[in-house]
Structures are given as structure tokens and as C-alpha cells.
């Protein structure tokens, strides 16, 4: 697609629409639509992103000379249009357009590109087998516009989210990004503010962020929702009402997950998980990477030469107490299945299925629903969900004789955005993942309430989370500075309101070659010592993400390829494993907290200390629910600086020291210690460590108390893997730590569930002594 002035006419039509006043729609008195277009005509662009609040009670606003009111939120049109936003409340500005050029519009032709069909061939890539063909020319098919909205950010608040990027940078103010979707870039068009709102831009193409203006690369209309709220969790409960509220995932999700590129049978399989469970190591999952096909690319049927009995193998799995996720691609090549897609038309161009059609979608789960779900498969790993990368195949050449490297970021941007508008169309190059993540979650509901979808996928979108969804960063390389950029990546997706994010444990490539991805320092993979403080610094800060996976390619990744029991890196990765299955209690009640609240588990530091402006910026540092977790980003260290946050005391995990916050400390980190601190005021519900997840429902728990305050936390409990949970049937109870009179009160138990646990042993540890009792769902006050 290539930016061109249609006529002057055109554009003197443009610079004068630029004056036009914005369409200003109040969904609820702090939840603002804004829309405006070139010809005054606002049009929905399509997104499917947004599938709730259409419009707010007239009766919620109030229109004055060019201001409307409501409780909560005015809103000021000024000159040009331009709006401010401000709290009715405080009277204090929120947010403002740039007064003398708040919006822009620019025609943009949309070309479609025609290929030689008899030049079509099949070539080996990074990222998998492509289809090549040669170009025979470009049809213009259409005009879309390019929008730029200009906002006058206030220099010393934090902005964040965006998505998932391999810019290195956690505060977003003042900073470009050129948001697109490729391997290794996630675009999540939402911005959240520490000034108490936040911004969803509602287009599918994509963007550039800079200078305080967001320019949509191709749209119908510039669209987008102001939302003002109390904290960031208020902010996502108003974006999820918007965009809808993300599932429940099972809990042996949130357990430990066996994966590498790749295990190449059914026994590999099994004799994996096998050998987990001979030496007792807890285990929930292990993943099939691609290759398992007969022929051609992407097929979605397992070779029976390897994979001789697809159910007996889950089944198998499924006897040792583990569950098994599969790779399935989008893009089918070469083989039946293409063909089959072809002839009904379900195809788009580059060989991707067309995810746009619910038609088409629905025929991707029959293939899906034949080979695996109907074999007792359990869960997905939707590969590919950009689904082309633009600079994966041929090394691009260099310009004025620089390389192409890995920080050529605008370079990138425009290599992937316009293969995806080739293949999509410009206005929704940015949307593929969104919608073949409805078409796996939708349909796999329509066939059953037993059990939960589960979907691991390498890209993503606003709303996105609606379709549980868990999206890892792609295919890293092993290298600190890699690792070190990862952090922020993380936290900025999940500041968009989508909480589930993972990363590959050891970093996918180890090796280096001349392409500018494959920059890992570390060949020689499980025989270097080096690589194997690498991964066990990685598995550390993984522990404390919402899913804990190893993954990659070069070298293998079990447990055991990285010593002996007894030996440094083993035992420094098995007291993580055993740490995860322990905190199991907690992570899964922050889970469905994250379902019935407002919640996000991993959160940056700006969620809870917005005040604090040391934190605005730290990149390495962020809260686990009321865990602060530090991860080691560096080679052969024995301790890291540590900042705790003010406005609370903090209380080191491993040695149960307490710190005042607001200052930097020497934290100790030696090769199986992450430096990992508690806020005071807080519960921490754990457990026995189990080999399996649901091994650990209605057992024993033991409720850790870091005083300081008062403070409550919920803990919640399920049967783990059916939509059960959507009828009321789960159980709660309410735990309330009285600071000053040392008192714990057990709530009483609400709620119930086919099979739970009549009784239980809790024991309440505090620094001030333990205490056990037996709970039988009755309330409980503990004196310590």
C-alpha cells in the first residue's frame, strides 16, 4: 500500500475537514466514544473489538456550550475540535488533544497484489515453509484514509501498554513505536495513563505512536474510547465490559509446562512425561511442536509412521495425571487439507485460511475436532497467528550498506504491515489472531462444557482476551540483553487489559547464525555452563508469570539435561517448579479473580505505586499479585539493587526480614535465589507441593500472613477443567487479617462444587507464632 494526494481538491477537502467538531458519545458517565472522518460520515471500522456498551442514558449528560457533563467526566471542545478531558470531580485535566491540530486525514490507496500461480513453490524459512510466487503486478482495488489524532501528554505522567514489544522500553511517554503484528511484536492498541485513564483505539491496521499523536495507517473513521477510572483494575473492568470479559482458565494451566522444538513421536511423549513422574517432579503439560504432519506444511494430521494411535497417545498422557497441547497452524500448504480450503473458497492469499468467514472457521475446527479434540487432545498452541512475517525469509538487503539488524524497528514495520495488507487488506492487517482465536474458542464451546479452552498463541489483539488466550513473546534469542527486554514487553501487554502473557524458558534460538533473529550466545546450548545460568535466571522470573513453560529449539530443556539432583542448576530449577506448585492456591485465586474482577496477576509497578515516580520507568521489577518479584538479568551475579516502592513496609520471602519502602537495597541472589519481597498488609494462601495440579484441590493450605496492615484476600477453588464455575458452582472464602489485634478471621465458605472437600487442615503463619485449625466452611477468628 503507498500513501499518494488523490487531487488537490482531495486534500484541500481533508484540511478542511479538520476543523470539523468530533462525534462525542458518552457510554457511561466515565466511558467517552470519540469519532470523526474526513466527510463527517463516521463509519464503523469493523474491528469486532468492541461487543458492549453501545450508548449511555441521556439522562447521564448534560450539553452546555461546547462542553458535556456528567458525574464523573467533562468534556470541552475547543477550537479546532480539539477536546479536553477532565475530571467533574477535581476540576483536574486529564487529558487534552493538541489544540491547532488535533486530527489529520490523508488519502491512502489500497492495492491488492497479483501473483504468477504457475511460479508458486514452497520454501524453508525460520518461522516454518512458505509459498513463494513472483509478482506479476498491483491493482489498485480502493481508497482508504490515514489518520493522525495528536494529544498534548502531560511530560511527567507514565503511559503504557500497546502490546508486547522488542523496544526497550517500559514508560511509553515520549517514545515511538511502530505497532504492527509480527513474530516477536504483539500490537494491543490500548494506553493506559497514571493519571487515572486510559485510551483504546478501535482500528485494525496498523499504527505508529509518536510525538503524543497515534496514527492509524488505514481506516474508515478515527475512532476511539476515553475511560476514566478510580485505579487501573477499575479502567479494565470498564475495558472488559467493553470488550468483553476473559474465561476462566483450567488450573492445570497455571501448573508446570513441558515443551521444546521437538519431541518427534508418541513414545517421546509419553517417555517425557514418564520420566518426570519417576522422579516425582511436578509436571501438567507437555506440547507437540509442528513437524508431526505427513506431507506438505501446517497439515493438521499426525503422522501415523510416528504418531501410530492419536488417541491412545493423549489417553496415555492423560493415565499419568498430564495434559497434552498440539501446534496447529493457519496455513496449510501442500497438502489435502489447502486443496479441501481452496475449493470452498476459504483460502486467502500466501496460503493463510481465511478467519474472516465464520464459514471458514468453522471447517478449521472440523479438522481440528477430527484429528484432536475428538482423541481427547486438551489444549491448542495456535502458531503463526500474525499469520506472515515480512522479514523471516530472505535476509533483507542492506540500505546505504547498513545491515538489516534487530533494532531496525521502522523498517520492520513496513516489511510486516504491508505483507499482512496484501494478504487481509490494510484496515484489518492487525486483526488475524483475534479472529482465529474466536473461531478455536467458539467452536470448541459449541461442543462441549467439560472442558475449558485453552489456547497459547504467538499474537493478539484488544478483546482478544475474551477467547482465553495466553500469548507468548515469540521467538526470542538467548542473550541477557534479550532477556532484559522481555520484562517490559510483558508488563506492557499486560497493562492492555489482556493478563495472560508467557515466554519461552531459555529463550527460543541458543545459537547464532548471519540472520538477524539467530543472535543467541549461547551454541553449545546444555553443554555451557553459561547457558545453563541463562535458563535457570530465566525459569526464576517465568515462575512468577501467568504461565510457566520451557520452550525452544537447538537444545533440549528437561529438567535433567541441566545436571543431577544435588547439582547447582538442577536444584536451583526444581525449587522453582516446587515453588510454583506451592503458591498454586494463590496464583489460581488470582486467576479467577482476574474472571469475576477487575484483576491483572502480573502488573507493573504503576499499578499500585502511581505515585511513586521511581518506579514509572523501572524496567526489571514488577508485583505478583502482592509479590514483588526482581528478576536476575545478569551473568554471574550473587546479589542485584532492589528498589522497594514507598508507601509500604516489605518483607524479604526468603528470610523474612522487613524493609521500610521507598529506598534501594542490596537484595541477595545467588544462583537459586530470586530476590522476591512481600508488601505488608498481605495473604498468601500455599500448599503442599502435588505432581499435578488437581492433586491439590481440598487438600491442606497454609495461610501466610505479612503484617502491616489490614488486609483481605479471597481464596477461591473449583473442579479445575469444566465451565461448571459459569453455573455458580465453586467455592470462596473470605480471609481478613485485623493488623492491630493480630486477629485472622476464616470466613465462612460460599458456595460448593461436585466433589470438593467437606473438610480441610488450614494453618495460619504470621511472624508472631502459628496456629492450626480444622475448617469445616464455618467462620473462624484466630488470635496470634
Known amino acids: 500500500m503507498k500513501r499518494f494526494y488523490l487531487y488537490m481538491a482531495a486534500v484541500l477537502c481533508c484540511g478542511a475537514a479538520s476543523a470539523q467538531k468530533p462525534d462525542v458519545t458518552f457510554l457511561s458517565p466515565t466511558m467517552v466514544r470519540v469519532q470523526w472522518s474526513v466527510d463527517g460520515k463516521d463509519q464503523d471500522n469493523a474491528t469486532g473489538v468492541c461487543i458492549g456498551k453501545k450508548k449511555a442514558d441521556n439522562a447521564c449528560v448534560v450539553v452546555t456550550d461546547n462542553k458535556l457533563h456528567s458525574s464523573e467526566l467533562s468534556v470541552e471542545i475547543g477550537s479546532h475540535g480539539a477536546l479536553t478531558f477532565i475530571d467533574a470531580k ?20 489500497q492495492e491488492r497484489i497479483v501473483y504468477d500461480e504457475s511460479t508458486a513453490r514452497m520454501e524453508e524459512t525460520a518461522n516454518g515453509k512458505v509459498t513463494v510466487k513472483d509478482i506479476v503486478r498491483r491493482d ?18 507514565g503511559l503504557y501498554g500497546l502490546g508486547a514489544h522488542m523496544e526497550d522500553y517500559m514508560n511509553l511517554n515520549g517514545k515511538t513505536l511502530y505497532l504492527t503484528q509480527h513474530n516477536m511484536k504483539v500490537t494491543v492498541p490500548v494506553l493506559m495513563s497514571t493519571k487515572g485513564y486510559g485510551l483504546l483505539f478501535d482500528a485494525g491496521c496498523a499504527m505508529k505512536f509518536e510525538d503524543g499523536t497515534i496514527e492509524y495507517e488505514a481506516a474508515k473513521t478515527l475512532d476511539y ?9 477499575d479502567i479494565i473492568g470498564q475495558y472488559r465490559e467493553l470488550t468483553g470479559n476473559l474465561p476462566l482458565l483450567p488450573r492445570y494451566a497455571f501448573g508446570y509446562i513441558q515443551s521444546k522444538e521437538r519431541y518427534v513421536s508418541s513414545d517421546d511423549l509419553m517417555n517425557t512425561v514418564r520420566e518426570y513422574r519417576n522422579r516425582h517432579i511436578p509436571l501438567d503439560m507437555i506440547v507437540q511442536d509442528w513437524n508431526y504432519w505427513p506431507e506438505g506444511w501446517g497439515y493438521l494430521k499426525m503422522n501415523r509412521k510416528y504418531y501410530p494411535d492419536p488417541k491412545a497417545l493423549a489417553d496415555s498422557i492423560h493415565a499419568m495425571n498430564a495434559r497434552l497441547m498440539v501446534s496447529i497452524w493457519p496455513n496449510p500448504q501442500y497438502c489435502p487439507e489447502e486443496r479441501d480450503f481452496r475449493e470452498k473458497g476459504f483460502m486467502l492469499e500466501h496460503s493463510v485460511y481465511d ?3 465464520p464459514d471458514a472457521r468453522k471447517y478449521y475446527w472440523k479438522y481440528v475436532n477430527d484429528e484432536f479434540f475428538c482423541n481427547s487432545f486438551d489444549a491448542w498452541w495456535c502458531d503463526s497467528s500474525e499469520p506472515l512475517d515480512g522479514d523471516w525469509n530472505k535476509m533483507p538487503l542492506p540500505i546505504n550498506g547498513k545491515p538489516y539488524a534487530w533494532d531496525d524497528h521502522e523498517r520492520r514495520w513496513h516489511l510486516n504491515k504491508d505483507i499482512l495488507a496484501d494478504c487481509m487488506g490494510a484496515e484489518r492487517g492487525c486483526l488475524y489472531s483475534l479472529y482465529h482465536s474466536q473461531g478455536i474458542y467458539e467452536n470448541q464451546r459449541l461442543a ?15 478483546g482478544q482476551q475474551r477467547y482465553a ?113 506451592e503458591l498454586l492456591p494463590y496464583i489460581y485465586s488470582m486467576a479467577a479473580r482476574q474472571t469475576f474482577g477487575n484483576y491483572t496477576m502480573a502488573r507493573m509497578l504503576a499499578f499500585d505505586f502511581a505515585s511513586d515516580k521511581n518506579v514509572l520507568d523501572l524496567k526489571d521489577e514488577y508485583m505478583f499479585g502482592d509479590m514483588l518479584v526482581c528478576p536476575v538479568t545478569d551473568a554471574n551475579a550473587t546479589s542485584r539493587k532492589v528498589y522497594l516502592p514507598s508507601g509500604a513496609e516489605w518483607t524479604d520471602y526468603w528470610t523474612g ?62 473442579s479445575g477443567d469444566s465451565y461448571d464455575y459459569e453455573k455458580g458452582e465453586y ?44 475448617y469445616k466452611g464455618k467462620k473462624k477468628s484466630i488470635k496470634i
Open 469 to 581: 488466550t495466553v500469548v507468548w513473546n515469540g521467538d526470542t534469542h538467548a542473550s541477557w540483553q534479550s532477556f532484559k527486554q522481555q520484562i517490559p514487553a510483558g508488563l506492557n501487554y499486560m497493562a492492555t487489559g489482556c493478563p495472560y502473557w508467557t515466554v519461552d524458558v531459555g529463550s527460543f534460538f541458543t545459537g547464532k547464525d548471519q540472520r538477524w533473529f539467530r543472535q543467541g550466545e549461547f551454541p553449545e546450548g546444555v553443554k555451557d555452563d553459561k547457558y545453563k545460568e541463562y535458563y535457570t535466571r530465566m525459569f526464576q522470573w517465568a515462575t512468577f508469570l501467568p504461565m510457566l513453560r520451557s520452550h525452544g529449539t537447538d537444545t533440549p530443556r528437561e529438567i535433567w539435561q541441566f545436571g543431577t539432583p544435588g547439582t547447582k542448576y538442577y536444584d536451583a530449577i526444581l525449587k522453582m517448579i516446587n515453588l510454583r506448585y
Open 140 to 157: 489498485t482495488v480502493g481508497h482508504s484514509t490515514l489518520y493522525r489524532n495528536s494529544f498534548a501528554f502531560d511530560k511527567e505522567e
Open 90 to 109: 477535581t476540576g483536574k485535566q486529564l487529558l487534552a488533544e493538541k489544540s491547532d491540530s488535533p486530527r489529520y486525514a490523508e488519502p491512502v490507496v
Open 225 to 233: 474510547y476515553f475511560i476514566k477510572g478510580d485505579s487501573w483494575d
Open 355 to 357: 478467519v474472516f468467514n
Open 657 to 718: 526480614n522487613r524493609f521500610e519502602g521507598g529506598k534501594w537495597i542490596d537484595a541477595a541472589a545467588e544462583t537459586d535465589r530470586l530476590p522476591l519481597f512481600v508488601r505488608g498488609g498481605s495473604i498468601i494462601v500455599k500448599t503442599a507441593v502435588a505432581e499435578y495440579a488437581d492433586a491439590q484441590i481440598g487438600k491442606p493450605l497454609t495461610v501466610c500472613v505479612y503484617p502491616g496492615r489490614d488486609a483481605e484476600f479471597v481464596f477461591y477453588e473449583d
Open 731 to 774: 467455592l470462596t472464602i473470605r480471609l481478613s487479617w485485623d493488623n492491630k489485634h493480630r486477629r485472622l478471621t476464616i470466613g465462612e465458605q460460599d458456595g460448593s462444587f461436585a466433589g470438593m472437600a467437606k473438610e480441610r487442615t488450614i494453618t495460619v503463619k504470621t511472624p508472631y507464632g502459628e496456629k492450626e485449625v480444622c
Open 448 to 462: 462441549t462444557d467439560r472442558k475449558r479452552v485453552l489456547n497459547l498463541t504467538r499474537s493478539g489483539f484488544a
